[in-house]
């Protein structure tokens, strides 16, 4: 069901993740990957308060993982907390998650390219 959830997550197919990841939890309540995996799916879905409930779930089954403190920062982004966002990114990153660097990378050229087109009051 995990492998299902997997390929439905890339298929954006998030109802079915959000199903798949739900089954696999019940059977294996301590299988980090899949509140990983469900978490992205409720957080793409606009569900951020059950995403969240999933990533500290997974940050308490093991507080090292860096792809949770990832879909934190992309929790915390869509919630408007920019810099709580960029601090699980940075957590990420410092554990050496590209992907958290990159999102950190793509989060100052849209920063950058805001200011310089600002213009003054």
Excluded at 19 to 38: G, M, Q
Excluded at 76 to 104: P, V
Aim: net charge positive.
């Amino acid at each position: 069901k995990l492998k299902s959830a997997v390929t439905n997550f890339k298929n954006k197919s998030w109802t079915k993740v959000i199903e798949d990841t739900s089954f696999v939890i019940i059977n294996k309540p301590n299988l980090i990957d899949a509140y990983i995996t469900r978490a992205g799916a409720f957080a793409n879905s606009g569900q951020l308060n059950y995403a969240n409930d999933d990533i500290e779930k997974a940050l308490i089954l093991d507080p090292n993982n860096a792809m949770a403190y990832n879909n934190l920062g992309f929790i915390k982004m869509g919630q408007g907390d920019i810099k709580n966002a960029l601090l699980q990114y940075n957590i990420a990153c410092n554990m050496k998650l590209n992907l958290a660097c990159e999102n950190i990378k793509n989060f100052n050229s849209i920063i950058s390219k805001e200011l310089i087109t600002a213009k003054p009051p």
